[in-house]
């Protein structure tokens, strides 16, 4: 299949990379695609092996959020699959990796930051794998042309996720799956500090913005080497759950995302902290609500996944 039976039309291409719209008329959006741009842009100064660490991380988690028990069956699965969408693909290494697991599969990876440009540039050679700059809630593809459409922790970043689950319903073909990742509700404390900081975000510059996130690092880095565990109690009415747990988690899941990794570094843990607080657009569910907007567009469960960060699956379009 190739891109004109895709696409409603022609898009024009900048530095390899396909324009199916450049800019969103949402301000949250726009600071959304702003904060991307900004981070992936300087992650992708980050020395290679450091990058791969990440990848590697991400590319183990995504088989258990989406329930493939190993990558051979994820190359299985992707081999059965036309066309895939890497609904807002970032830097584009799940798009490249799904790409090289099945040659003979269409991979369009597509996001609204200039992400994309730095993918191209990275994984030109990729016979079967495009790039387009485009907003997943408008992607101008033709209704049921896509097989599969793996939409890996964006979902939450749109301006309206349900409508975007439309869109996303309408371009599937019958059979199709969409794979879809949101955030998970966290703490009540957790989650006023988040919510009233998120509406400020706008009008912190990006500079003031990776200030905060290497202070939040910081934090997170001392108190993880306080290396104290201790027995926290349940507190239900705030949503904080009883166990026993290091300080630096208790903190980070009721409190204050203070995201420190030592096996993923600095660089990585700081900009994972700039990925939570920059964007505007950063909606967390909890599992019934998430389920709620797959069964509104008539799609069905085949797979789901909780963990206290996030809900995750993948859901038929019968
Ligand atoms: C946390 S990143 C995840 C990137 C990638 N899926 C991954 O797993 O590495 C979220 C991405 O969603 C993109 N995004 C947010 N809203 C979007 C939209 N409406 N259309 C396309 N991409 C969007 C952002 O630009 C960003 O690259």
């Known amino acids: ?21 450049d800019i969103s008329e949402h301000e949250n959006q726009i600071q959304t695609n702003e904060a991307f741009s900004e981070k992936w842009l300087k992650y992708n100064n980050e020395e290679n092996e450091k990058q791969e660490r990440l990848f590697e991380f991400q590319r183990n988690w995504y088989l258990k959020l989406y329930g493939f028990q190993s990558e051979e069956e994820l190359k299985q699965y992707l081999e059965k699959q036309s066309v895939v969408l890497d609904a807002g693909c970032g830097l584009g290494y799940k798009a490249k990796w799904f790409a090289d697991l099945s040659p003979g599969t269409l991979i369009i990876g597509m996001d609204y930051s200039d992400a994309v440009f730095a993918a191209k540039q990275k994984y030109t050679n990729t016979e079967n794998l495009v790039f387009v700059k485009g907003d997943i809630a408008d992607t101008k593809i033709i209704d049921g042309v896509v097989s599969y459409v793996s939409c890996d922790q964006v979902l939450h970043h749109t301006e309206d996720p349900q409508e975007t689950i439309y869109e996303l319903y309408r371009i ?24 009233y ?44 759950k009883g166990g026993r747990m290091s300080v630096q988690r208790f903190l980070y899941w009721n409190f204050i995302k203070c995201f420190w990794n030592a096996n993923l570094g600095w660089e990585t843990s700081v900009s994972t902290n700039y990925d939570w607080y920059a964007p505007s657009n950063a909606e967390r569910y909890s599992q019934e609500e998430f389920l709620m907007m797959l069964s509104n567009v008539g799609l069905r469960q085949e797979f789901i996944h909780t963990e206290e960060a996030c809900h995750s699956g993948r859901f038929v379009k019968d």
């Open 172 to 195: 599937l073909c019958e059979g199709g799956e969409l794979a879809v990742y949101v955030y998970a509700k966290k703490a009540l404390p957790r989650e006023l500090l988040d919510s």
């Open 1 to 21: 299949m190739n891109l004109s039976e895709i696409f409603s039309q022609e898009h024009p291409m900048v530095d390899g990379v396909f324009i199916a719209s």
């Open 197 to 240: 900081f998120r509406k400020r975000t706008k009008n912190i510059s990006s500079n003031e913005m990776w200030k905060l996130s290497e202070q939040l690092t910081e934090l997170g880095k001392r108190l993880s080497e306080m290396r104290k565990d201790f027995d926290v109690p349940d507190i239900p009415l705030l949503g904080i």
